[in-house]
């Protein structure tokens, strides 16, 4: 909260964000606070991958289909795939798509070579009765297990007043925050101005 204020160069904690004299008028720093998590999902969302943390793991929950695809399920809290790989793929997988996707289709094609396989798998996140889930085509028997799987969750500030930023997507976050906080106070051009700051900063 103090970075955010500095770069809004507002360091007057008791500063109200409106001087109407309505009792329920947050704090700078309430708002800046209740800002924060959307700043990180926007960023961690935004940032190439090279700038995130290892991630959290997951693949506990193994699941097989036909043509030795598969499914695991996501945790409650995932917000942005990070690597999976399968210990018979050739290579990993940086980037799910989504159902929407054209080549999702592909995936269900009778063809082997038009799915995904083990020297060029695809991994989709997609909706089934277990919950949300990641889809991968293909692994060459099922046999295989989840080699690598990790992912960024969903931030949120925890009972400590902390909350998980990845280091190098600090001062992305610090702007971003920034910006929301100049919205929310009806500052459109010091928004935007942050907002480019943000992702210059992920540059």
């Not at 996501?74 to 798509?97: G, H, N």
Request: glycine fraction near 6%; proline fraction near 4%.
């Amino acid at each position: 909260m103090r970075d955010v204020r500095i770069a809004m160069d507002q360091n007057n904690t008791s500063d109200q964000l409106l001087t109407d004299g309505d009792i329920d008028t947050l704090s700078l720093d309430e708002i800046v606070r209740s800002k924060i998590p959307e700043a990180v999902r926007r960023v961690h969302t935004a940032a190439p991958t090279y700038m995130l943390e290892s991630g959290h793991y997951f693949g506990d929950e193994l699941y097989w289909a036909d043509k030795n695809s598969g499914w695991v399920l996501l945790p409650d809290d995932f917000l942005r795939l990070i690597v999976f790989r399968m210990s018979d793929w050739e290579r990993a997988v940086y980037t799910a798509i989504s159902t929407d996707d054209p080549d999702y289709e592909k995936q269900s094609s009778r063809f082997a070579g038009i799915r995904g396989t083990a020297q060029k798998p695809v991994c989709a996140i997609a909706i089934r009765p277990e919950g949300r889930v990641l889809e991968f085509y293909s692994s060459k028997s099922t046999e295989a297990k989840v080699a690598q799987g990790t992912y960024i969750p969903l931030p949120c500030i925890d009972e400590c007043g902390g909350i998980d930023i990845s280091p190098r997507c600090y001062r992305a976050v610090v702007y971003m925050a920034a910006a929301l906080v100049s919205t929310t106070s009806g500052e459109s051009d010091k928004a935007s101005a942050f907002a480019e700051l943000s992702k210059s900063a992920l540059q």
